[in-house]
């Protein structure tokens, strides 16, 4: 099966803290009954969500539901504002706010994921992002790195 994934809606998708959190939904949703797997991806340090548009867009073709946040503070469209330290504590609460958004019984589509498949995977930077996360949100199976360093 195929599925639309390049219609893009930019803003704020979700709040975490009572803060808007701007973000990219990257797939349609898509009403089947069907499960899919879910997939967030961290962008490396003054990144975007944007710069891997193309592997995201393979990801999507294939059945998963691909979250992409922004790391606030933290990408190629803000000054970095935060110590390293903030940053590195910051960029996995991101990722698991998502996974708490796209799982709960609120989102648009959180019928449409499978809650036993849910991965992450980030690049450089988004890496360890991706490390962290994984650690810390055990509902997280999956994880892949491209370009992580071991140490952030």
């Known amino acids: ?9 930019f803003g704020d998708v ?13 797939c349609n949703a898509v ?10 991806y961290s962008h490396g340090t ?7 548009l193309y592997i995201l867009a393979v990801l999507a073709s294939y059945g998963f ?6 790391h606030i503070g933290n990408t190629a469209f803000d000054q970095p504002q935060d110590s390293d330290a903030q ?3 910051n960029r996995p609460r991101d990722i698991i706010a ?8 609120s989102a648009f589509f959180s019928s449409s994921i499978d809650p036993n498949k849910v991965g992450v995977f980030g690049y450089s930077r ?12 055990d509902r997280i199976k999956a994880l892949a790195t491209m370009a992580g360093s071991a140490d952030p």
């Open 1 to 9: 099966a195929s599925y639309n994934v390049l219609g893009l809606v």
């Open 14 to 26: 979700f709040e975490d803290e009572g803060l808007p959190l701007p973000g990219v939904q990257n």
């Open 31 to 40: 009403a089947t009954g069907e499960k899919f797997p879910l997939i967030s």
């Open 46 to 52: 003054n990144g975007s969500p944007y710069e891997s």
């Open 65 to 70: 539901i691909v979250a992409v946040p922004a």
């Open 87 to 89: 940053i590195n504590f």
């Open 98 to 105: 998502v996974n708490d958004f796209l799982l709960g019984s």
């Open 126 to 137: 988004g890496g360890n992002t991706a490390y962290a996360s994984a650690v810390a949100d």
